[in-house]
């Protein structure tokens, strides 16, 4: 038989920009042009650059670097951002993404406190998401914990899989948090997953959101799985980088993390030579 050879899935490989925090949104852009990244998502946030669509536009323009995704304003730390009302930022997190070419809006299930917005929140986003072209990707989270008790922060479910959405995000650290099993997750979302967030954990208590290879978590397994059936989704490198002690630290883990990313989707992405 004649050897393999490896071929490159369509999957492209983005920078989120909360993987330079707490330096700029405008830093991620610079970062992600300089290593090779296949473009951004902008997780909007309190930097006023990163909810201002011409400033973001000018900087894909810039670096000449696509906008693939939208973080919608889903943190604790953003509860006023794009106003105080949810389906309000999620309404203005699709226009963004319309507006700047980007293919999805990543949003969080509900915290479990916004008990109108929880209990509308799957018809909603089924609802919106017939409205336009741009996926709503539903991002797995986790149980809040501090030494032995567990608090379910989010509702419907942190574990998205059990609900109806069109379309999931698995994030890596997320599912090591919730110390549930990342790959029977992946099995579950199927075909409805439609994007990844990649950073690895290992299962303490913080969503740790490590560099790809440094905690305990399947990301090869998950890359590979994800490169045999052909995802053409996006895997996104969300990781902390707030310890670097350096700007070149910091450009190192991202490097690193997408050197990892490249190797293990192509790796296992192979045909046969003819």
């Known amino acids: 038989m004649a050897e393999p050879v490896v071929r490159i899935p369509d999957a492209k490989v983005a920078l989120s920009t909360a993987s330079v925090y707490p330096e700029s949104t405008a830093t991620a852009f610079e970062i ?22 011409e400033a973001l536009r000018r900087l894909s323009d810039y670096h000449q670097i696509p906008i693939l995704a939208v973080h919608a304003p889903c943190l604790l730390i953003t509860q006023r951002v794009w106003s105080t009302d949810p389906w309000t930022k999620l309404q203005r997190a699709q226009a963004a993404a319309e507006k700047l070419g980007a293919g999805t809006v990543v949003v969080h299930p509900p915290f479990r406190w ?17 409205e336009t072209d741009v996926r709503f990707a539903v991002e797995n989270m986790y149980p809040w914990r501090y030494r032995d008790r567990e608090m379910l922060a989010y509702a419907p479910d942190w574990d998205v899989t059990r609900d109806d959405y ?3 995000t ?3 650290s997320h599912a090591a948090t919730a110390r549930t099993d990342a790959l029977q997750m992946l099995d579950r979302m199927g075909d409805r997953l439609g994007h990844v967030h990649l950073a690895d954990g290992s299962g303490s208590n913080k969503d740790e959101h490590l560099v790809p290879g440094r905690g305990t978590q399947p990301c090869a397994e998950v890359l590979e799985r994800l490169a045999l059936t052909g995802f053409d989704g996006h895997v996104v490198i969300e990781v902390n980088t707030r310890r670097a002690m350096s700007g070149a630290e910091r450009e190192a883990d991202l490097a690193e993390a997408l050197a990892f990313t490249r190797l293990h989707l192509a790796s296992a992405a192979k045909v046969p030579r003819p």
Request: hydrophobic fraction near 45%; charged fraction near 25%.
């Open 32 to 53: 992600a042009a300089r290593l090779g990244y296949d473009g951004i998502e902008v997780m909007v946030w309190t930097d006023p650059v990163s909810q201002d669509i």
């Open 170 to 172: 698995i994030d890596l």
């Open 114 to 130: 916004q008990r109108q917005y929880a209990r509308d929140f799957v018809t909603g986003i089924w609802r919106m998401a017939n």
């Open 166 to 168: 069109r379309h999931f």
